[in-house]
Every structure is written in structure tokens, then in C-alpha cells.
């Protein structure tokens, strides 16, 4: 791969190595979080400042860190990172923390902090670093709010507590209940594989989809 | 340091095994770091890790209590009709004591929280109790007056319920308000109550409402003969310095959230 | 007794750790796709999930009140221990079962529902006898979860499916069909007085 642009390392965070969307990392707070789009919004601030501040320090640190312990270390940076903000949350925002529960120390074992620390933290300065984990959180954010933003309103008829169904709307119920997480991230998948497809079908050479890890390759592309 | 310790011995573990076993992690190096380097890494790493921790802790747990005790006081000034001031009370081994004597086991005392009117007659008891419902754990606080045998008022804290259905004993205010005067033992009915010991229930949610009553009827029982015993104590008017209005200095009730280490109660 | 039941019962079924609290769906979609490979993990899942908790109530009992703001870090490195120690034991007692399992011992490192699990075990004042039964039930209630969607994913493969919900849409409505189903646990304990 030729040197990437700043610009580069942040816009593939966000679209073509979308964690959430492209990768499937990340999915518990996904689901979990994202019956109202305020608590989106918290979990996706708290999951950027340890994403960011822990590959930055990885990155700082990469040259001291013996190889063995990498990923011990690593862990260590992130657990460190993530009491604080747990902390700093209960401190400022109770209600967001109340809200989000046990998933913000859940976000030490979010796949993709880890994920971005070993596979490019730990190998490249310390703006890039920033930059790759910047655009990584803002991929997270996107994904969260398009889950937040539907489930809140079909499931509450509101946005961001304000209501904007008319108040006849029966409000989905549903879709702030466990089941209705999974119907709209498959339905936002299904979305993508088909925005996805149809660019195949017009253009041949358009960029390789990434499977996620533990996904095989299909068998057939779409003719 | 304390903050060193478990993480330090963790990674000082998995240094070991890592750095003696040599079978993963030894990557393309064709020299191994010695082993103390590995634990020294992790060690130092540990006690930056600790040291960083511990002061945000220090800064944050002054906020996260005063954040505690707002929500516990606004929920008795709730459910105890606006008291002036409210105190700690423990219940242990059915008494009533004052305070918890020092390095007791705050887990064998339940707290209950006095509130006094403006004369420092005692209004009545709030009393925190919990139950599983119909999806999880529902956490609620009452008002209870022990002379008149009455329940003043209730307040769900903590909730899981299906949304739109049982969630609603948080958000009913009819249903809620339903439990002002209400005598134990509580009987929940599918209609309009016609006694003092009914509670029309919410349409749809009657698991959940049955959770509610039955967690007040259970603390009734445990408690109520204790608190009717202890009678109409007055204010300890000279008593505690801390015991003022509780928008200053309050008394350090023990927060919903157990977030802290179990320090036993009382009044400060 | 009556309570234990309850606690294991709950974990596995009412408020089961996949479909209604979204924890451990990183396995939940990754390893589903046989049933006996769903087996083995819910299996390795389960007993690091027992061996979690029993050291957590040791943890929440003795070291924790002393310095609360280490918890997370101390249950981290206690799953990571365990994992590893596991990982090891697995290896010389049963090769083929270390084989077979690859690389999904040490994902449960970062598998969330262990994190999880300790952490609510702690939320909920779990002593040690009650830890047990929830950490039994959870790992039963995922094995189940895991299997159900295994065996379901495993037909699918012959079905034919739309192109654009091949692999993870599919499995999405898979698993909100059967998040749907296990709604219908609730209120199996019902509080009624």
C-alpha cells in the first residue's frame, strides 16, 4: 500500500473498513445502545475517547513495549482508559451513565479498540495513529445514530426525546426491544449488500468487499 | 501502589508465560527481551495505569456521590411529601438503630430514611425495596407513616419493563398516586379501589404492578412492626452537625448505586 | 434453593445473555454456523464463565472493597488469565479438542459476555452460591442461543436466500426471530404475591 493521505486513513475508518457495518465489530453496543439516540450519542463520544487516547498512547508507546506483552499491554492501556471515562461519565453525565449501564466498561472488550491498536497503532506514528482512530470512531458514530435514529423513531416516535410522529402513531414497540435491534441492523446490512451489489453489476472493478473475520467468502458473486 | 498490584501480577503472569514458553509471541526476534524487561514494562505501564486512575477517581467521586445523594433525596422528598430534612436509619436485627456502630456489616443492616418536618416531627419512613418483575429487577422507594399505618407515597427507581406496558409504573401517574394512603397489606385489584388497602393496577402491565405491590407488602412486613415499635422519635435536634437542610451537607446516605466501597452509614 | 433455580433459569432463558442483554455476539455470529462447533464454544464459553465467577466473588469479597476503582481492570486480567490457563489445560488434557476449538479459546478473552457477566454479578450482590447458578445459567442460556441459531443457519445454507441477505443480514433476522421467541420467557417468575 503506497503512503495514505491524512484524509485517507480518516475516511477509511468511516466508510470502507466501517467497523460496525463492513467488519461487524462492535456489535453489543450497537444493539444494546441504541434504542434512543441520546444514548447513541454518549456511547459513541465515550467509545471515540478511548479508542482515540488509547492509540494514541499505543502508538507513543510502541517502541518500548516488548512484542510478548503487546496485547497485555495493550488491554491494560485500554481497560486504564475506559475506568476513566466510566468515571468521568458518572461524574458529569449521570443520567447518560445510568442510561448506557454496564456497556461502557463493556467497551474495553469492543473488538475494535483492540483491533485498531494491534493492527495499526503499534505500527505507526502518532498522528496517523490519531487519525485512523478518529475515523474509526466516526464510522462507530455513524453506524450508531442510523441505528439510534431508526429504532428511536419507529419504536418511540421522537428524535433525540422531541416528538416528531404525529401523536396518533403507534409507536413500534418493538424496535427499542432486543428483536428490533437485530431487524435494523440486518435491514441497514441488507441495505449496504445491495448498494453494494448493484455497483458490482455496473462496474467490475469496483473496490473489494471486506468479510468480516470467521465469514466465509461466498460462493458466487451476483451475475 | 495499590493500582499496580493486580494488574502488575497479571501481566507479570502473562509476561511469564509468554516470555518463558516462547511459543507465540516471539514474533520474528531473534533475540528474546529478558524477562524482567517484560515485567518491568508491564509493571511500570501498571503504576502509570494505577496512578492515572486514582485521580480521576479522586476527582470523580465527590461528584458521583453528590449526584447520589440529589437523586436519593429528591426521590424521599417524593414519596414522603417534601420533608424539611431527612435522616439514616438502620434497621438491624429488627431494631432501629441511629447509626451503624463503626466497621459493622453494613450488609446485614437495611437503611431507612427518616424525614422531619419543619418541627422536627417525624413525617415518616422512606423505604428502599427491590423485586423481580417481569423482565428484571425493579428498585423502588415508599413513604411509609408508622403511626397511621399508612403508605404516603411511591416511587419506582429502577426498571426494566416492557416499554409501553409495564414500564408504565414509572410513568402512570394515576397508578402512582394510587398508593398515597393506602393501608397494608395491599391489594391490587382491577378496578377503581374501594377501600384504603386497594390499588387499582395498570391495564396491560399487572405483573409489573403486582411486583410493585407485593415489593411494599414484603417490606411492610419486615419492617413495619420495627419502625411502629421505635414510635415518634423527634429530631436528634443537637445532635449531628451534618444533620441540616438536605441541600447542604447532606447525610451520607448510601447512594441507588453501590458504586462505592461499603462503608458503613450513619449520619456525619 | 427455590432462589438458586431462579437466578439459573432467568440467566438462561428470560434474560438470556445473547438475545436479550447483547452480549457475546461476536461468537454469536462468527461461530454459528455447525451445531458442533456451536457445542464446543458454548461449552468453553460456560466453563470459563464458572471459573470467572468463582474468582470474581472472591475478588468482590476481599479485594475490590479495598480499591473499588480497580474493578474493571482486575476482572480483565482475571478473564485473561483464566482464558490463558484453560487454553493451556485444554491443550495437553485434549488436543483434539484444543484443535477443534483453534482460535476461538482466546477470542473469549474479548468475548463480552464474560466482562458482562462479572460485572452484573456484582451489580446484583451475587455471593458465591448465587454466582454459580448465574454464571451456570448464562453459559447454558449462550450454548442454547448458539446452538439454535447453528442448527437454523445450518439449514439455511441449503435454502435459497435473496443475494443481498446472504451471510450477516440473514443471520440478523435469524437472531431477531429468536430474540422475538425467547421474549416469551418473561414473566416466567412472576411476582405474584
Known sequence: MSEKSGGDIFLRGVWEENPVLIQILGLCPTLAVTNTVENAVAMALATAFVLVGSSGLVSLVRRIIPDQVRISAYILIIATFVTVVDLLMAAVAPSASKALGPFVPLIVVNCMILGRAEAFASKNPFFPSILDAAGTSSGFAVALLMMGGVRELLGSGSLLGLHVLPGSWEPWVIMILPPGGFLTLGVILMGLSWWWRRGQKADETARPRRWPHGVREPEERAA | MSGGGPAGTGGGAEAGTGGGAGREGGGGMPVQPSSSRLVGTLGLLSVVAGVAIVLVHAWAQPRIEAHQREELRLAIEEVLGEPQRYETRWIRDGRLLDSLPAGADSSAASPVYAGFDANGRLVGYAIPGQKAGYQDVVRLIFGYDPDAGKVLGMKVLESKETPGLGAKITSDSAFIHGFDGVEAPIEGVKHPARDAHQVDMITGATISSTTVISIINDRLEAVGPVLSKAGTRTATAAGSPGADAPRTAAAAGPGPRAAGPGQGGGER | ?193
Open chain 3, 1 to 193: 434453593m427455590g432462589d438458586l433455580t431462579r437466578i439459573f433459569v432467568a440467566a438462561a432463558l428470560v434474560n438470556n445473555f445473547v438475545l436479550a442483554y447483547f452480549v457475546g455476539l461476536c461468537p454469536f455470529f462468527g461461530v454459528s454456523k455447525e451445531v458442533p462447533t456451536a457445542l464446543r464454544m458454548g461449552g468453553a464459553v460456560t466453563f470459563v464463565m464458572v471459573l470467572t465467577a468463582a474468582a470474581v466473588s472472591f475478588l468482590n469479597a476481599y479485594v475490590l472493597p479495598v480499591a473499588p476503582y480497580l474493578r474493571l481492570i482486575s476482572y480483565i486480567v482475571v478473564i485473561a488469565s483464566l482464558v490463558q490457563i484453560v487454553e493451556m489445560v485444554v491443550r495437553k488434557v485434549s488436543p483434539a479438542l484444543f484443535r477443534a476449538l483453534g482460535i476461538f479459546l482466546p477470542l473469549i478473552t474479548t468475548n463480552c459476555a464474560i466482562l458482562y457477566l462479572a460485572l452484573f454479578q456484582y451489580a446484583r450482590g451475587y455471593d458465591f452460591l448465587e454466582g454459580m447458578a448465574f454464571s451456570f445459567g448464562a453459559g447454558a442460556g449462550f450454548t442454547l442461543a448458539l446452538v439454535l441459531m447453528a442448527s437454523i443457519r445450518q439449514r439455511s445454507e441449503t435454502a435459497s436466500v435473496p443475494a443481498i441477505a446472504r451471510e450477516m443480514g440473514l443471520a440478523m433476522i435469524i437472531a431477531a426471530s429468536l430474540s422475538l421467541a425467547f421474549m416469551g420467557f418473561a414473566g416466567l417468575f412472576s411476582s405474584v404475591a
